[in-house]
């Protein structure tokens, strides 16, 4: 007699660990405060749920994000249609927050602020959290991958150019900062790349140097490492008595813009940092050269100089954009700390936040700092795959 039991069944688990650690999360933000709602812009504020800034509105849209979050539990959820819930899913949580603080604080009332609280922030999470595992798991090509990080850009560009969002609380410390803004993301920008190309300038040399001689490469490594684990915070400090000395001291030095306090200062503590992954990464890199290719080079009467340029350093070149990558989002990342020095960038409305107790200020540094961060290791990380693929593609048969 045949065993009933024993049948054809659908071999994939019915639920998705992450989609339900996601749907926990999104559950948790719809049950807590989606914003804050202050008096001013120092003062504490009062939590408000999303129906209590929508009513019936906010009712019916905390009804459908509930259902999006607990569909992608189900590991049976196509792919494509995971990642269209959870950008659907952000989507609709910034148009909740904007709606929310226009409907408690009028364009006229420019004391009040709506602070996104954690409901906002778990929301958010959630649904981005959704749609980057549905991508990392669809194995889009990378032009298809590139379109997904320009259409992110556009769309969240998009929502804050509409002015939809311009009556959240950090919108509004950009509207009464906005020509500072721009002038101290002109500077975090300079202290990021600038701190860049100073460490390929140098630091491709070096790496080069200890890859044709041994001997040099324990002592070099061991400097730069050195370097590398003192303390961020603290290696900004050390630049202002040095400079300050230098600048007092050596003829010429203030005119050039040297200083102990400023963006000079700043741009040479994060070359200092961003020297060791670049010098590693290119020694790692040229190592990494198949010696068979670097044999038929040097069968085919080219100098070391013709080596170096022509077949090591094309073969080696994602690694080192490996390393541009991590230096880049580095220093993206420490460049804040130069507000501490008068350095500048997105670093100086972080330190007059906080200094002022006023968080919306905090995330109007804070905010620009993480998106330029993300945007870069992405946008470098999907670069860096296109090197190896093409890498990959010429040297196979």
């Known amino acids: 007699m045949t065993d009933l039991s024993i049948s054809a069944t659908d071999p994939r688990p019915a639920l998705s660990r992450p989609g339900l650690l996601f749907a926990v999360l999104g559950l948790i933000g719809l049950a807590v405060p989606l914003v804050q709602f202050k008096a001013n812009r120092?003062?504490?504020?009062?939590?408000?749920?999303?129906?209590?800034?929508?009513?019936l509105a906010g009712w019916l849209l905390g009804a459908a994000l509930a259902?999006?979050?607990?569909?992608?539990?189900?590991?049976?959820l196509p792919l494509r249609l995971r990642l269209l819930i959870g950008c659907a899913g952000v989507v609709a949580v910034l148009l909740a927050l904007g709606a929310t603080a226009r409907a408690l604080a009028p364009p006229d009332n420019t004391m009040a602020r709506v602070a996104p609280a954690s409901g906002f922030w778990l929301?958010?999470?959630?649904?981005?959290?959704?749609?980057?595992?549905?991508?990392?798991?669809?194995?889009?090509?990378l032009a298809q991958r590139w379109l997904m990080l320009a259409g992110a850009v556009v769309v969240i560009g998009a929502i804050l150019w509409s002015g939809w969002l311009d009556g959240v609380s950090v919108m509004r410390e950009y509207e009464a900062?906005?020509?500072?803004?721009?002038?101290?993301?002109?500077?975090?920008?300079?202290?990021?790349?600038?701190?860049l190309?100073?460490?390929?300038?140098v630091g491709l040399p070096i790496g080069t140097g200890i890859y044709l001689s041994a001997r040099?490469?324990?002592?070099?490594?061991?400097?730069?490492?050195?370097?590398?684990?003192?303390?961020?915070?603290?290696?900004?400090g050390i630049m202002i008595p040095i400079f300050g000395w230098i600048a007092l001291n050596v003829p010429g030095a203030a005119a050039m813009g040297i200083a102990g306090i400023g963006i000079f200062p700043a741009l040479v503590a994060l070359f200092l940092y961003s020297l060791l992954p670049v010098v590693s990464n290119t020694l790692v890199g040229l190592n990494g050269v198949s010696p068979a290719a670097r044999d038929a080079a040097f069968g085919l009467?080219?100098?070391?100089?013709?080596?170096?340029?022509?077949?090591?350093?094309?073969?080696?070149?994602?690694?080192?954009?490996?390393?541009?990558?991590?230096?880049?989002v580095q220093n993206i990342g420490l460049a804040v700390i130069a507000g501490l020095i008068g350095g500048g960038g997105f670093g100086t409305f972080v330190f007059q936040g906080l200094n002022q107790t006023a968080m919306d200020l905090v995330l109007l540094g804070a905010l620009p700092t993480i998106a330029l961060a993300l945007s870069a290791g992405i946008a470098l990380d999907l670069l860096v795959e296109a090197l190896d693929h093409r890498k990959t593609e010429r040297s196979g048969p």
Do not use: C, Y
């Open 123 to 141: 929301l958010l999470l959630a649904f981005a959290l959704m749609a980057a595992d549905a991508l990392s798991r669809m194995r889009l090509g």
């Open 177 to 195: 900062r906005k020509d500072i803004f721009w002038r101290e993301a002109g500077r975090h920008l300079v202290l990021a790349f600038g701190s």
């Open 301 to 328: 009467g080219m100098t070391r100089g013709q080596v170096l340029r022509g077949v090591l350093f094309p073969l080696a070149l994602p690694v080192i954009l490996a390393a541009v990558r991590i230096v880049l």
């Open 216 to 236: 040099l490469r324990r002592p070099v490594l061991g400097v730069l490492n050195v370097l590398q684990t003192i303390p961020s915070l603290a290696l900004f």
């Open 42 to 55: 120092i003062v504490l504020g009062n939590g408000i749920l999303l129906p209590g800034g929508l009513g």
């Open 197 to 201: 190309g100073a460490a390929l300038l």
């Open 67 to 76: 259902v999006a979050l607990l569909a992608g539990v189900s590991a049976r």
